[in-house]
């Protein structure tokens, strides 16, 4: 099996949580202060030697496509306005990657975004990483599944533990444990009830797959809303070769919903040394007059 070159990146949903900010904005492109979720995980693929990027969009994404490309009246102001620090910034964005764009032309679901992205594929082994998830050091994640996929040469699943309560929000792997790392996925429950849950490992939205994907995703009958679900091709795939899957060790991030997106940016926000002090008082101070309200 050849080592993973290619990622695919489904960008094409309509953000609908985020309507009407997402109208004419893709929800990949929402800042989490000053850099857009989606480059957050291109800059990840990038660094562990991904140097193929196949973002599956939509009539309404050009904004992701704008962004890693050059904007040359934006450079000449940078330049002219002698600003070189942010005019560097803006270049090296336009200059990360070469990227490929499908159309998704119906919004049929993840697994029919996936295959849109076959022809770009071809007969490659590819990650899939979904564009609202962020991963603290997704480098050492990244690096981990390509282990694991060298090691094995079948498809690698991410994993993490979330509450039992919560189970019902996420694809759901039953496991049986190789080692301390590495588990063997033995099936995968779409949004299962907590009392039929066969664990709390969620899918977290990393996937580095074989090209027989592609051939499940073709026979993977519509489900709920007409969509054809990764999860289902997922299930055909285990029936004809295993899929192996690791725990992550770094905190993940889902900014997929607002009160998500919200979490996230104050997390990150409050991690910057130049805007962390006086962002700690203000939420102090509205903490304070949350209390007082009670």
Do not use: C
């Not at 900010?21 to 989490?32: D, F, G, N, S």
């Not at 620090?85 to 764009?101: D, F, G, S």
């Not at 027989?212 to 007409?226: A, C, H, N, V």
């Amino acid at each position: 099996m050849r080592d993973i070159r290619k990622a695919v990146l489904p960008v094409a949903g309509w953000g609908t949580r985020f309507l009407p900010a997402t109208k004419a904005m893709p929800k990949e492109m929402l800042p989490i202060i000053d850099k857009p979720i989606i480059q957050f995980i291109v800059e990840a693929l990038v660094n562990v030697g991904i140097e193929n990027l196949i973002f599956v969009t939509g009539r309404h994404k050009k904004a992701i496509e704008n962004h890693f490309d050059h904007n040359v009246e934006l450079e000449e102001h940078l330049k002219k306005a002698g600003k070189e620090k942010l005019l560097k910034e803006v270049v090296y964005i336009a200059n990360m990657i070469n990227p490929i764009y499908v159309r998704q032309k119906e919004q049929l679901g993840l697994g029919h975004a996936v295959l849109m992205a076959e022809p770009a594929v071809s007969q490659e082994p590819f990650i899939v990483a979904l564009g609202d998830i962020i991963i603290d050091n997704e480098e050492e994640e990244l690096s981990r599944m390509l282990k694991l996929f060298r090691k094995f040469g079948n498809s690698i699943i991410a994993l993490m533990e979330v509450p039992w309560e919560e189970v019902s929000k996420y694809g759901i792997a039953k496991v049986r444990e190789l080692d301390e790392e590495t588990y063997i996925i033995e099936d995968l429950v779409e949004k299962p009830s907590p009392e039929e849950a066969p664990s709390n490992l969620a899918i977290v939205g990393r996937y580095a797959f074989t090209p027989s994907i592609f051939e499940k995703l073709k026979i993977t009958k519509p489900g709920k809303g007409g969509e054809i679900q990764l999860t289902d091709a997922m299930k055909m795939l285990l029936e004809e070769e295993a899929i192996y899957a690791y725990k992550v060790k770094n905190p993940v991030y889902d900014t997929g919903t607002p009160l998500g997106y919200l979490k996230t940016v104050i997390t990150f926000a409050l991690r910057r040394e130049d805007i962390n002090g006086e962002l700690k008082e203000f939420i102090k101070e509205r903490i304070g007059l949350i209390g007082d309200v009670r």
